[in-house]
């Protein structure tokens, strides 16, 4: 059964860090593309940062990320332990919103209808 289950959310003040966390099973993680996305109240989910299926040739990754968290986000995978997480520093009200990791075929951070696997969410609050 594929299942994945996120934390780390919580609240933080404007200027500090969260490490989100994605705990995947049921499927090799290598094989997806784990995506992050977001959706403040009122505002449809939007799509934060995609990390990649591994190359079988290269081993290499693809990470990518709406331009509004790039320099401040960072996406990394650790296989061993099945986890995706999402580094988030310097953190602005805007950020705030319930986050979601998602699995899919290919990274496509506008269409979110791509990705077959969902997270329940975890909330993230930035305000002082």
């Known amino acids: 059964q594929v299942q994945l289950v996120e934390s780390g959310g919580g609240l933080v003040q404007p200027g500090g860090s969260l490490r989100l966390s994605c705990a995947a099973s049921g499927f090799t993680l290598e094989d997806y593309a784990i995506g992050w996305f977001r959706q403040a109240p009122g505002k449809e989910r939007e799509g934060v940062s995609c990390?990649?299926?591994?190359?079988?040739?290269?081993?290499?990754?693809?990470?990518y990320y709406t331009d509004s968290v790039k320099g401040r986000f960072t996406i990394s995978r650790d296989s061993a332990k099945k986890m995706v997480y999402l580094q988030m520093n310097s953190l602005k009200p805007e950020d705030t919103g319930v986050y979601y990791c998602?699995?899919?075929?290919?990274?496509?951070?506008?269409?979110?209808?791509?990705?077959?696997?969902w997270g329940q969410g975890t909330q993230v609050t930035v305000s002082s």
């Open positions: 998602a699995g899919g075929s290919i990274c496509a951070l506008r269409m979110p209808s791509l990705y077959n696997y």
């Open positions: 990390l990649s299926s591994r190359d079988g040739t290269t081993f290499s990754d693809n990470t």
